[in-house]
T-cell receptor, first 115, second 119 residues
């Protein structure tokens, strides 16, 4: 049962345009959401996050929007640059029974920014 | 930013042997480390949560006797794949949670991963 879903495995965008990556979740216990960027054969690197008490968080070219009622979040990259080409993972966090926050990841979306 | 290292980055071993993967937080202390496994075109799947000084908590379906985890200090956790088989071939990624919250939020930092190939 996939609790975090990224339904688009890939996305191609022209340089300078907006990239929109989508993520849906099913677990209403998730209270914190993160986006990670991953290059091949490397570990994910943190990009941006949002708490469930907010609906928008912005950091430079990256903005994350959260729609709690729809259990949907999206990452906007404006303007897109060739260096943004990577796999983007959506992750959601909830307090686990083991006494720690756990991250649940989506399958990722491969973004290709075309020069 | 915080750095997490993994060693080795790539290992090839024969079926039946054991392999140890190290995960270190280089510039911060981590009471909690996580071990993930990733298959091609799949999500990162959490295998276990490792707390310093205590036994690891394994996710359902992960054999604790096969994947031995030791978190002996605030900067080091190890994953040992015992009696490895070809189906254990995968990309293993560790992650460490900073002891000190930043801006009120704990962040989780990932290592570069270890590619294990069992022949």
């Amino acid at each position: 049962d996939q609790q975090v879903k990224q339904n688009s495995p890939s996305l191609s965008v022209q340089e300078g345009r907006i990239s929109i990556l989508n993520c849906d979740y099913t677990n209403s216990m998730f209270d914190y959401f993160l986006w990670y960027k991953k290059y091949p054969a490397e570990g994910p690197t943190f990009l941006i996050s949002i708490s469930s008490i907010k609906d928008k968080n912005e950091d430079g070219r990256f903005t994350v929007f959260l729609n709690k009622s729809a259990k949907h979040l999206s990452l906007h990259i404006v303007p897109s640059q060739p260096g943004d080409s990577a796999v983007y993972f959506c992750a959601a966090s909830a307090w686990s029974g083991a006494g720690s926050y756990q991250l649940t990841f989506g399958k990722g979306t491969k973004l290709s920014v075309i020069p | 930013g915080a750095v997490v290292s993994q060693h080795p980055s790539r290992v090839i071993c024969k079926s039946g042997t054991s392999v140890k993967i190290e995960c270190r937080s280089l510039d911060f202390q981590a009471t909690t480390m996580f071990w993930y496994r990733q298959f091609p075109k799949q999500s990162l799947m959490l295998m276990a949560t490792s707390n310093e000084g205590s036994k690891a908590t394994y996710e359902q379906g992960v054999e604790k006797d096969k994947f031995l985890i030791n978190h002996a200090s605030l900067t080091l956790s190890t994953l040992t794949v015992t009696s490895a088989h070809p189906e254990d071939s995968s990309f293993y990624i560790c992650s460490a949670r900073d002891l000190k919250p930043t801006g009120g939020l704990n962040k989780q930092y990932f290592g570069p991963g270890t590619r294990l190939t069992v022949t």
